[in-house]
């Protein structure tokens, strides 16, 4: 099984910008499909981003798309979550999770029960 540890996180005004990170260890994290999530208080958890095991290929939400990027660096056994012009909506605690599916479309990975690995979070907070 794979371990996964989130770091990154902090206070941030509005526009400014983060990178989070994901290490795994245990297993190399190019045998997954990585995803990141997001929690905010009160809400419930939902889909961020994820990169796909099959072909590299990444996968969105609408509220991050062109801000956030996610990537890999099998060097590192790292993912990392670009995320720029921060807004006090993307105050959350952000999750890094491992899909043992490589090859599923897209709207597959927006599903939370479709990962089995999961980082312990991390806390963004986007000051206006």
């Known amino acids: 099984q794979v371990q996964l540890v989130e770091s990154g996180g902090g206070l941030v005004q509005t526009g400014g910008s983060l990178t989070l990170s994901c290490a795994a260890s245990?297993?190399?994290?190019?045998?997954?499909?990585m995803g990141w999530f997001r929690q905010a208080p009160g809400k419930e958890r939902e889909f961020v981003a994820v990169?796909?095991?099959?072909?590299?290929?990444?996968y969105y939400a609408d509220s991050v798309k062109g801000r956030f990027t996610v990537f890999r660096r099998d060097a590192k056994n790292t993912l990392y979550l670009q995320m720029n012009n921060l807004k006090p909506d993307d105050t959350a605690v952000y999750y890094c999770?491992?899909?043992?599916?490589?090859?599923?479309?897209?709207?597959?990975?927006?599903?939370?029960?479709?990962?089995?690995?999961w980082g312990q979070g991390t806390q963004v907070t986007v000051s206006s």
């Open positions: 990169i796909r095991r099959l072909d590299g290929s990444t």
């Open positions: 245990g297993r190399t994290l190019s045998m997954y499909s």
């Open positions: 999770a491992a899909s043992v599916q490589g090859d599923r479309a897209a709207i597959y990975y927006y599903n939370e029960n479709n990962y089995f690995y």
